[in-house]
């Protein structure tokens, strides 16, 4: 019996209604997520492994295993920096205190962490050669991570504005003052001929409210120049005073002694324990240098919304 062109039709369609149920549906391509991380899928089910793709505008990493990285990445040598997105980051860093410079051109290199020294912006900085951490003192705000590639929070002032989730915007101002300080005065006794300072360095912890400057010296002066003569002390004076005349800094505690800022006398009582501070520098001053050795100066201070922090200044010799 020959069949109409109605039912031919209908014997088609219904043929190809079962075979496409009995076919795979095609994914869409996108983001993929389950307990362990993210991925990224293409359409036919496979997805990047060990490679950056450019997603909207940003740079992400995934491993091995497809998933995505966040915090420090190790590629062919080189190393990025990945925030808690995944998105890599480019142009000055602070991880876990250290602060970092990545290629922020779009060079084919762009994201690779800077290493030894890099002229940016007309001015010459100097980063270690093996971990890439910048030796010189920053007098600028850098952004700042943990290492796992969360961001540190910076929280406004308030009676409650410390905690552990983020960094007091009063101790973000005073870290920055003491950078600055630190900065002016190193190069202000780097100027001067026959300098004994050979390089500073300096590195923050726990999001800032640790901070540890190590100044080192030119051992072959050691034992022939007085601390008088070096402008050495300058370092830890000018710190000390930076930290002293802070009006959010409301005690501090050095060597067995606390000061308390509070009050109406507040004034007063800063100016007589900056007096009492310059006494015990005066004290050493005519000292050799390599009195110095391994000695370490430390404050702890407490600021008026909370936060409390260290400040270290140490001495060794090369």
């Not at 990224?40 to 490679?51: I, P, Q, R, S």
């Not at 004034?267 to 005519?286: C, H, K, P, T």
Request: proline share 2%; glycine share 8%.
């Amino acid at each position: 019996m020959k069949k109409s062109r109605k039912q031919i039709f209908a014997g088609v369609l219904a043929a190809s209604l079962v075979m496409g149920s009995a076919m795979p549906a095609l994914a869409a391509e996108g983001w993929k997520k389950n307990a362990i991380g993210w991925w990224y899928e293409y359409d036919d089910g496979t997805y990047v492994v060990n490679a950056w793709k450019f997603i909207n505008n940003e740079w992400y990493y995934f491993d091995q295993n497809g998933y995505m990285k966040c915090g420090w990445v190790l590629e062919n040598n080189t190393w990025y920096f990945c925030n808690a997105d995944g998105a890599m980051q480019s142009g000055w860093i602070r991880v876990d205190g250290a602060v970092y410079y990545l290629n922020p051109v779009s060079d084919g290199t762009k994201g690779s962490m800077k290493t030894g020294e890099v002229v940016i912006d007309g001015r010459t900085y100097h980063f270690d050669t093996v971990s890439g951490a910048c030796l010189d003192r920053m007098t600028f705000y850098v952004p700042a991570f943990y290492g796992n590639g969360q961001a540190v929070e910076v929280m406004e002032s308030s009676d409650d504005s410390s905690g552990d989730d983020g960094v007091s915007s009063d101790l973000v101002d005073l870290n920055q003052s003491v950078d600055q300080e630190i900065f002016a005065m190193t190069e202000e006794v780097q100027q001067t001929d026959g300098s004994v300072i050979k390089k500073v360095e300096q590195t923050a912890f726990t999001a800032g409210s640790r901070q540890s400057v190590t100044v080192t010296l030119d051992e072959a002066q050691k034992d022939t120049a007085a601390i008088s003569d070096t402008g050495v002390m300058g370092i830890v004076s000018g710190t000390a005073e930076t930290i002293i005349e802070n009006p959010d800094v409301i005690a501090i505690e050095y060597r067995g002694m606390t000061f308390n800022f509070e009050g109406e006398t507040a004034d007063a009582l800063r100016v007589n324990a900056m007096d009492i501070f310059e006494d015990r520098l005066g004290q050493i001053s005519d000292e050799p240098l390599s009195y110095l050795q391994d000695k370490t100066y430390t404050a702890n201070i407490k600021l008026a919304d909370g936060t409390a922090a260290t400040y270290t200044i140490t001495f060794d010799f090369e």
